[in-house]
């Protein structure tokens, strides 16, 4: 494993294969088979191999059905953040149903854990944009520190552009803008910069596409200035047994390189040092909490391998 100045944060987001918006209505109203539980386990027992904590972002119907996996992570020291309840964008929500869905995922938990250790959210397709940043304002009032939504190049389906590719305050009413008095602090998934183009490097389809050479030579040159968090689901760890007949671009994206995952989840867990999401955010400055209280060295023994605590950076954003 090489030394860093900075951490990295491997996060998944707990859903099932049909949850994916390529996948088509029709098959969603029969989903078939789950892989959730098995695609998770395998996740939690390899990162238990490697001695790494990460965080999942749950769905709520998901801890709702499976509430001994939630147990499990949280016994193992892993972090629990929202991904919503069934996986509705943001661009189909309002702010009043979406603080009704945080009511319930918090509830969920509750009933799962007894308490509710949460304090990062994550909006289903990346839907945090500039269409529904008010988002951000209901995400405080009911609790939350910090969110993973924004994704700092626009793709496909979702993005914003411009945005920062490192850890920052968005104001609401410009997503791409930091604001030291933002509701929240934002921790992008990585994106890597070259010259003027932006590289999606956070994981999922991009881990599975890109060449697995220039995705981490990507994460060495992003962890040389800032930490990066990368994202999986269940089903890139455990496929689903069958492949529904979507357009081309859509197959592509769902299906490419799907047996190629598990061994390169293995060889990033071994490369670099990881923590969840919210000990980075207090370790690098962004978010006070236990490690600001109990100071940089139980923050480091925390950690899993080598790193170096950051400066305060709560008014400013990460360095590109």
């Known amino acids: 494993m090489s030394a860093h100045p900075h951490l990295a944060a491997f996060s998944f987001d707990i859903e099932d294969w049909y949850h994916s918006q390529l996948i088509p209505d029709s098959a969603r109203a029969g989903p078939g088979q789950s892989v ?50 069934d996986h509705e964008p943001l661009w189909k929500l309002d702010p009043e149903s979406f603080r009704r869905e945080l009511r319930d995922f918090r509830a969920a938990v509750e009933a799962a854990l007894g308490s509710f250790p949460v304090a990062g959210y994550r909006a289903p397709t990346f839907s945090l944009d500039r269409s529904t940043a008010w988002a951000l304002p209901v995400l405080r009032e009911e609790g939350y520190a910090y969110d993973s939504s924004i994704f700092p190049v626009r793709v496909r389906r979702y993005g914003v552009p411009g945005a920062p590719v490192g850890i920052y305050r968005p104001a609401e009413h410009d997503l791409a803008r930091h604001d030291p008095a933002g509701a929240l602090v ?21 881990l599975r596409a890109l060449p697995f050479g220039l995705f981490r030579l990507s994460l060495d040159r992003i962890l040389r200035h800032r930490p990066f968090a990368l994202y999986l689901h269940p089903r890139e760890a455990s496929p689903e047994g069958r492949r529904l007949p979507l357009d081309p671009v859509d197959g592509f994206i769902t299906y490419v390189n799907l047996d190629t995952v598990m061994g390169k989840l293995d060889l990033l867990l071994g490369r670099y040092a990881f923590a969840p999401m919210r000990e980075i955010l207090e370790r690098e400055g962004h978010l006070p909490g236990r490690a600001a209280a109990n100071g940089a060295s139980a923050s480091a023994a925390s950690a899993t391998g080598p790193g170096a605590v950051g400066a305060a950076r709560a008014a400013h954003p990460a360095r590109p």
């Open 186 to 206: 934002e921790f992008p998934v990585a994106v890597s910069e070259w010259g003027p183009v932006r590289l999606p490097v956070g994981g999922g389809f991009y």
């Open 36 to 85: 959730v539980r098995a695609g998770t386990e395998r996740i939690l027992d390899l990162l238990a191999r490697h001695r790494v904590r990460g965080t999942f972002f749950m769905l709520g119907s998901v801890v709702r059905e499976h509430p001994d996996l939630v147990r499990r992570m949280v016994e193992a020291g892993h972090e629990i953040g929202c991904h919503g309840m």
